[in-house]
Structures are given as structure tokens and as C-alpha cells.
């Protein structure tokens, strides 16, 4: 035994020797670029050979739609969105170009950007078996490993297994209603931050929208007076999804091949990135699960989304795989979709005082001064009910959508679809085109109200949630949180202008890039309607008194 540790750290001491030729700087600079040079080779070859399989094919088959004109090898790499530019923007010059189907091939890969919603019905909701995949994003779904996560899972046995979950716990009126109060209780308490520190008005509506999913997806009470661990981790999660899931936002989406790439490599900074937001993600995943075991292992049954899930029969590794990504989509498609909406409300009002004075008005008639107005109270409502409408129709949260992509080969009016193809529904445009909504970009809610000589105009609700085995499964929860917010703040408080310096201060109506967009950053002036209201406003501690949280027993998880 003594010979044996003898060897051995006499091996530790004695590094192996390899026979490693050094290369002086300029023989490595010789080799970076042969290599380059042999890439780029390979890559003229593909290029060349593609191009006469597609001519041999295209003898037989419809063209694309119509688009720019792409260059050789990278295609229409040019013709994608620039930093900081609004997507739907963009692709809008597309419809003035090409008309309502456009399409651009970058790579090899296929966009096809569909600018009217009846081909968006006819393509991904009559068709859709051939066009309910999402495309494979290299950074954010493969490098990060939010591919799994419903919303950007292909069209496979996991993703329609996650459908499922997500269906029978929160896909009914019946279901959803189970949450009423818990959606009551939180926009209860965004009332009373708003009354004591109007000025962080954004972080009060993430506040309360992250832990009112967070209450439904895992059961988890955040904290409501200083920073919640749990909370700020996944809501960045679901920022770095937002990010990373805008098409083209990381060069390596355009060009897969760089992620093989070493990390000194200038450029490749994403590789590092990556390896954190991974690292992240799987926390977010993984101590939510434990959370949600514990409690019930403690015999508390906290009926939440994942609770549902995890009954008394053993879980697979399949099932756990699956709830523990479709309770992530659950919270990523309820929290941050619900801040960009709640903050839209916010900003409309106070452009559009009019149209505020008019919902208080009907609030006043129906509901009194007395109390909130609550779920039961929204047929009663159809002022309310057509704003409703129209904050989701004036900036919709997903302008583009997620984009689509095709599992088969198809002709659609006339053009060809290519398998693997990515779709991409203007949704932004649906919900402005002139001939559809007038005056699209005028706030006003009465477009939806049935009165002589006027028929309501198209629900907005058929286009902001998605298209065909896509749509949201959350929607029905989603529009329910969204009235609340709407009803229960117009009820009590007013919305103006700032005034600093005794000078009116104009907002700027502009809103952000990204999958889910958000109104930029602008000051609001948020003050109760009367004394009255105050009080009603401090009231609602006794009805919803605030819960401890349960942050410290999530750190305690171990994953």
C-alpha cells in the first residue's frame, strides 16, 4: 500500500509529458488561416451543391413567396431586422414590397412572414398538423436549453403531453375560476404599493404579477416588502428568453456553426453567456419542483398548477421532465406578458383621459363607491370589457408572435412552403390595419360596442393569443388577471400627465423590441380619486391580510 501511494504522488508530482509542437506566432496565424480558408471551401461546395439539388427540385415544385434578393451562400442575412429596430416594423415593409406572404432565406433557412390574418388562419390554424413545430434556435433553445419549455418545444409527444397538463388544470372557465381569488387578492395588493410609492409603478406591477403566477404555477408566496430571491431569478430567466428568442438576435442563430468555435475566438462572447443563463435556467427549473414536493410531502395542499401534477402515483422521468417545463412556460406566459399589458393601461389612460373618465363613469353607476369591482362583476361591464379589448388590440404583447415552423413540405397560396420553413404572423399589423380597426392607432374602446349604425369591430382576443395548436393555453387566466387590473384601478385611482416644474410632462408613446414588448420607460402621476377611495384602497389589507412568504423554505431546496 506505502509502494502504491509512493507511485502515486510521485504521479502527481511528475506531470505527463506530451510531445506538443510549438508554433512561433506567424506559423499559428498560418494555420487559423488555412483552416478559414478550408471553412470557407466547404461552405462554397454546400453552396454550389445546393444550388443545383434546388434547381433540379424548383423544375418541379411552386417558388417561395416573393422577397428580396438574397447574396450567394448567406442569402437574405442582410435583410433581417438591425439592432434596436421594432420587428413587426420591419417585416411591415415586407407587405409594401411583396405583398400579405413574403418570405427571405438566410442560410438555407426559410422565413416566411404572413401580413394578413386570414392566410395566418388558413396556413397555421386549418393546417395546422404541417405547421405547429417551433424552429430550432441554436442559442436560447439548444445552448441555454429552453427547448423543452412549452412555448418553444417542437411538435412532438413532450410538447403535446405539456398541452395536456396545461389543458386540464387551467384550460376552462371552470378551471381558471379556482384562481379568482388568488388574481383578486394580488391586484388587491398592487393597489396599496401604488398608494404608498406611486412613483415605482413598474416594479410594483411586476411585483404583483410575478407572484400572483408564482402563486398558481408552484403554490410559492414571494415577499411583498423587499426583494424576492425566487422572483428575481425567474423573471430574469424569462428576460433572457425574451431576448434570446427574437430571431437573428445572436449571430450564432444565423450561422450554427460558430458555437463549435473556441471561446477566445473573438466574438464569441455568447458561449459564455450562454453557459450562465443555462446555469440559471436549471436552477429556475429544478427548485420550484423540490418546493412544490416538499409541500406536499408536509401535507399541504397548496392547489397550485404543478400541485395538480404531481398526485400520489410514482412520476417518470418523462413526467417530471414535462412538469417541470410546462410550470416554467406556465409563469414565462402569465408573468411578463401581464406587466407589459398592466404598464400599456397605465400609459393609455393617461393619453387618453377621455376614454378613463368614460370607464369610472360606468364603474360609479354599477358598482358604487363601496367596493372593488370583481370577476362576477364583468358582464355588468361592457365599457370595461370593450377597453379590455382595445389595450390588447392598441400594442399587442407579442407583436411577431413565437415564430412557427413547418414539419412537412406544402403549397399555400400558390407558393411553395419548404419543410422546416419558419412562419412568422404580423400580429402587430393585424390590430392596426386601417381597413380593419380605423383609426388604428387612436385609443378607443367604443370600436367594440354595439350601437345603432355601428357593428362591434374583430376581436383582438382571436389574434394576440396565437394561432392553431399554438395558442395560449393560459389565455382564459390571462384576460381574467387583465380585467381585474384594468377594473379594479380605474375604480380608485386617476391617471394624468406628470406635472414638474409646473410644466405638463408629454409621455412619449414607444414601446420596446424583444418577443414580448414592453412600453419604454415614462412617469405617470397615479393619485386616489377621493378620500373615499383612499380608504377603500387601505381596506383591502383586512380583506387580503399579507402572507409570509415562503422564500426561505425555497432556499433550502436542494437540486
Known sequence: MQA????????????????????????????IFSLSIGFVGLLLISFVVER????????????????????????????????????????????????????????????VILSDPQLAFDLLDKRSLKHSSRPSQTFIGEMVGLEHITGMAVYDERFRAQRKAMGRVLGSKVAAAKYNEWQEAEVGHLLLHLLDDPQNFVEHIKREAGSLILKITYGYTAEQFKEDPFLDMITETMDNFSTGATPGAFIVDVFPFLRYLPSWVPGTGFKQLAKQWRAQMEETRDKPYAFVQHQIAQGKDNSSYLSNLLDSSEQSPFDQHNHKYSALAVFGGGADTTVSTVASFFLAMMVYPGVQKKAQEEIDRVIGS????????????????????????????????LPHSSTEDDVFEGYFIPKGAM?????WWFTHDPERYPDPMNFRPERFLQTDGHEPEADPHKFVFGFGRRICPGRILADNSIFLNIAQSLAVYDFAKPIV???????????????????QPFEVSIKPRSAQHERLIRSIEEIYPWEESDSKILERMEV
Open 423 to 427: 412562419v412568422l404572423p404580423n400580429i
Open 4 to 31: 502504491r501511494n509512493k507511485k502515486v504522488a510521485e504521479s502527481r508530482r511528475s506531470p505527463r509529458k506530451f510531445s506538443v509542437p510549438l508554433l512561433s506566432h506567424d506559423q499559428a496565424a498560418m494555420e
Open 501 to 519: 416644474d409646473g410644466k405638463v410632462v408629454e409621455p412619449a408613446v414607444k414601446f420596446t423590441t424583444g418577443v414580448i414588448s414592453h412600453p
Open 370 to 401: 363601496g367596493r372593488l369591482p370583481t370577476t362576477k362583476d364583468r358582464e355588468n361591464l361592457p365599457y370595461i370589457e370593450a377597453l379590455v379589448k382595445e389595450i390588447m388590440r392598441w400594442h399587442p404583447i407579442g407583436p411577431m408572435g
Open 52 to 111: 443545383v439539388l434546388n434547381k433540379l427540385k424548383n423544375g418541379r415544385r411552386p417558388p417561395l413567396p416573393p422577397g428580396p434578393k438574397g447574396l450567394p451562400i448567406v442569402g437574405n442575412v442582410n435583410d433581417l431586422p438591425k439592432a434596436g429596430e421594432l420587428d413587426y416594423v420591419h417585416w411591415l415593409k415586407h407587405k409594401e414590397l411583396y405583398g400579405p406572404i413574403s418570405s427571405i432565406t438566410t442560410m438555407g433557412q426559410t422565413v
